[in-house]
């Protein structure tokens, strides 16, 4: 696709997105680096601990909150060694279970949404995986991601479905190609093969993205799938709706571009 297909997206994120989304763009299409105050805006929201809070915890550093943190970080171009991300890792790995996995603190288990939940294993495979990943993404500490993914693997179905939500599906994929894992990794993309129709635009561009990230081939069939899906799912307009009714449609529009970019399906 070229790049000229995609301006009323384009026109659409800078007319409707948030400072940072406008940021998140601009790295994306141009390689460039992110205003000071927009970097200093997510220096201040960060908490002395490294980590971020959640929404629905406002007082809590929260994994998820992090790994959501460091995502936007990755995608405004921010260094993954700069103090932010290391700090953040810190954190994460900090909070790390001794067999590897993650979860949430079982103190804020009452304001959790569905996919926090301590306690709860669907939801804590889940924080797992993407703890995993942004630690893997940042390379600063293989072990913990070494032992996040023996954890996950423990956890697979021969039918390459782990009892988590879909998210954890990409998530854990990236993250055992990563390690080289790869009878994990097959299984699981064959999984996810077979759930691309029912995936919302949001969903798909976060799957390219996070299995192009952990080293998933650009012509695999999964990823090449899931890619035609999304271009699919474009509206009339130009840019890409709204995932699962939230009022995203800036922040899913950069995610299927940064989808298209990761495999070299922009021009």
């Known amino acids: 696709m070229k790049r000229s297909e995609l301006q009323s997206a384009i026109d659409y994120i800078q007319r409707r997105g948030s400072a940072i989304e406008r940021a998140r763009l601009r790295f994306i299409l141009d390689g460039e680096s992110p205003p000071d105050d927009v970097r200093d805006q997510l220096e201040r929201s960060q908490r002395s601990d490294g980590g971020w809070s959640p929404y629905w915890a406002p007082d809590y550093s929260s994994l998820d909150a992090t790994c959501y943190q460091l995502s936007q970080i990755d995608q405004m171009g921010i260094e993954r060694t700069s103090q932010m991300a290391i700090d953040a890792v810190r954190f994460l790995v900090e909070r ?9 603190d079982p103190i804020e288990a009452a304001g959790a949404p569905v996919w926090a939940v301590p306690g709860d ?4 495979l889940y924080v797992t995986a993407n703890c995993a990943f942004w630690v893997a993404m940042t390379g600063l500490v ?16 021969e039918t390459g479905a782990l009892p988590s939500f879909s998210q954890t599906h990409w998530l854990a994929t990236a993250v055992w190609q990563h390690q080289g894992m790869t009878d ?3 299984k699981s993309l064959h999984y996810l093969r077979g759930i691309v129709d029912d995936l919302s635009a949001g969903n798909l561009a976060w799957m390219v993205m996070a299995l192009r ?13 899931a890619l035609g899906r999304l271009v699919e799912l474009r509206d009339e307009a130009g840019h890409w709706p ?26």
Request: aromatic residues 6%; contains cysteine; hydrophobic residues 35%.
């Open 142 to 157: 293989p072990s913990a991601v070494h032992d996040a993914a023996m954890y996950l693997s423990f956890h697979l179905g």
């Open 96 to 104: 790390q279970h001794y067999d590897g996995s993650w979860e949430e």
């Open 184 to 186: 994990e990794a097959q």
């Open 121 to 124: 294993e669907a939801a804590g």
């Open 213 to 225: 990230q952990g080293g998933v081939r650009a012509d695999d069939e999964t990823v090449r799938t």
């Open 242 to 267: 709204s995932d699962e009714g939230a009022d995203n449609s800036a922040h899913v529009t950069i995610e299927a571009i940064r989808a298209l970019k990761l495999c070299d399906a922009l021009e």
